[in-house]
């Protein structure tokens, strides 16, 4: 049978759902191609790897990434949005389904992993194929986040042409109050790269053996420090503001501790850049102009790590050494569909201090969660959370006076997190695609 998948292909976030689903339903016999957001194609993954440096450099990186690519089932799969679409893919859609863009191969059935936004801007500019689709008893499944309260009512329609899969028990709750009607739910999975390192199961950085937290921290080039640390997007919803703000007091009170960034410093939204508010600590001094031409500034209790490029950031085992460096993770968070940024530090073993609201309140249980003051209408016409700072603060404090209490959390998390697997989620949509292809056929 056929699956056409829509998604975000990047290496993390929403990307990493797109690979595992794709890779799960392959292996469940699915023969599924797909539409790849963030997805450069082979060419420029390639071209992204040779970087900067001597040849004998660029060759060795080129060599790694293509044994990367040829592992990878999905490669020879995935049509490239940012190169054959329109960026998002939209003028894909039509063709896919049709049995124009992979001649010969028309889908059975259709998984578009997209936020409501997103799904809305696809069903507007698909030339009417998803709604065929559906018509022809084609299933179409929208797997999507809910990341607030109070949904809009003009959303509807959305999924009168596609059938929603809440991610989070909290997203699954808000769409059956819209819709009045039973929603499916398929939780996320975290990773299996993510877990804490030890002799008897090493990270590995750089081509070096990681076998501690201390030489983790080491390995990143923070050595001693006390981590705190967040890895997401610099967008509004993140409101990395209050991260800085929550943080202020702690950083003073503790000069050895350094708050570890794991973004890219300017994100594609026109939100400014992470700079500017560094720019606005005691100490913080510019250090330069980036190619953009955005002022660079540099704090000696902050850090922006840097490592990405637009589709890429750290691979698993990076990324794992990075959570394992730090001492906790802590995030003021307006809302989260799911919070895979929460999710999988907390596999590795890293406390995480975060805003009690939507699906943060099911998937940081275990950690420390910190009520809102209120609620903000955002620009789509629901409601995220504030949190409370100065609570945050305190948490914070407490937990980097007492190691006991984080290793007893992080230890924690890691139990509470150990319920979510990619393997049961893509069971659930074989199940879903499958009992909806056997409804139609009736």
């Not at 890779?23 to 797909?34: F, I, N, Q, S």
């Not at 499916?184 to 090493?202: C, E, K």
């Not at 995030?331 to 406390?351: K, N, R, Y």
């Amino acid at each position: 049978m056929n699956l056409l998948l829509v998604s975000d292909m990047a290496a993390t976030g929403f990307g990493r759902v797109g690979r595992e689903l794709g890779r799960g339903l392959l292996d469940r016999g699915w023969d599924v191609k797909v539409i790849g957001i963030n997805w450069r194609g082979l060419d420029g993954e390639l071209t992204a790897a040779a970087g900067r440096g001597s040849i004998a450099e660029q060759a060795a990186r080129i060599t790694e990434r293509l044994a990367e690519l040829a592992a990878d089932p999905l490669t020879d799969r995935i049509m490239p949005a940012h190169i054959a679409g329109d960026g998002m893919g939209h003028n894909l859609t039509a063709p896919a389904i049709r049995g124009t863009l992979w001649p010969g191969w028309k889908p059975d059935a259709v998984l578009v992993v997209a936020d409501p936004r997103a799904m809305w801007l696809r069903l507007a500019h698909d030339g009417g194929a998803i709604g065929e689709a559906t018509k022809a008893g084609i299933p179409v499944l929208n797997y999507v986040p809910i990341e607030g309260s109070g949904l809009p009512r003009d959303w509807v329609p959305i999924w009168a042409h596609s059938t929603p899969v809440a991610m989070s028990d909290f997203g699954q709750a808000e769409l059956q109050t819209l819709l009045g009607r039973p929603v499916a739910l398929a939780h996320h999975g975290v990773s299996a790269a993510f877990r804490p390192v030890s002799p008897a199961d090493p990270g590995h950085w750089r081509g070096r053996e990681i076998i501690s937290k201390d030489a983790a921290k080491a390995a990143i080039g923070l050595a001693d420090r006390t981590i705190i640390l967040r890895a997401d997007r610099y967008i509004f919803r993140k409101n990395y503001p209050a991260w800085f703000r929550v943080l202020r007091p702690v950083l003073a009170a503790h000069p050895e501790a350094v708050a570890v960034a794991h973004t890219v410093p300017v994100d594609d939204t026109g939100q400014g850049n992470i700079w500017q508010l560094i720019s606005r600590e005691a100490g913080a001094v510019q250090a330069g102009i980036s190619q953009a031409g955005d002022a660079v500034w540099e704090h000696p209790q902050y850090r922006v790590t840097g490592w990405h490029d637009s589709f890429r950031g750290l691979d698993d085992e990076g990324l794992n050494v990075l959570y394992n460096a730090a001492d906790l993770v802590v995030s003021p968070t307006m809302a989260e569909g799911f919070g895979l940024a929460l999710a999988e530090p907390q596999a590795a073993g890293v406390p995480v201090v975060a805003t009690d609201y939507s699906a943060v309140s099911e998937v940081a249980a275990a950690g420390v969660l910190i009520p809102p003051t209120g609620l903000l209408t955002n620009a789509y016409a629901h409601e995220w959370a504030l949190v409370d700072e100065p609570a945050m603060s305190a948490a914070v404090e407490r937990l980097i006076r007492k190691p006991a209490l984080r290793r007893s959390i992080g230890e924690a998390g890691r139990r509470h997190v150990a319920r979510y697997s990619w393997a049961r989620a893509c069971d659930q949509f074989d199940l879903l695609l499958r009992a909806r292809q056997d409804t139609a056929a009736a």
